[in-house]
């Protein structure tokens, strides 16, 4: 099976571009991709469109994890998407 996760945010405005999108945080290791010792998972938006489903202001957004030290994570597969396309 496929392994998505989701999160929602509430913007004051709609972006216009990915870069002015904040960077977010999530305890990766409540979802196994970090140690608990050091858990903070960074979420680095990569790609943003209008949501098909919801319309309106709203966006679906396609991040990058990466870890405190700005690297992916080990579980990426975008990651290692990029490096191939």
């Not at 305890?27 to 196994?32: N, P, R």
């Not at 903070?40 to 098909?52: G, S, V």
Request: hydrophobic share 30%; proline share 9%.
């Amino acid at each position: 099976g496929d392994d998505y996760r989701s999160k929602t945010r509430v913007l004051d405005k709609r972006p216009t571009s990915v870069s002015e999108l904040p960077l977010w945080n999530y305890d990766g290791s409540s979802t196994g991709q970090a140690p608990g010792g050091d858990s903070e998972i960074y979420l680095q938006p990569a790609f943003m469109c209008a949501d098909p489903m919801r319309g309106g202001d709203n966006i679906l957004v396609l991040c990058e994890m990466i870890d405190p030290k700005n690297n992916p994570i080990p579980t990426s597969t975008r990651s290692v998407a990029k490096k191939i396309f």
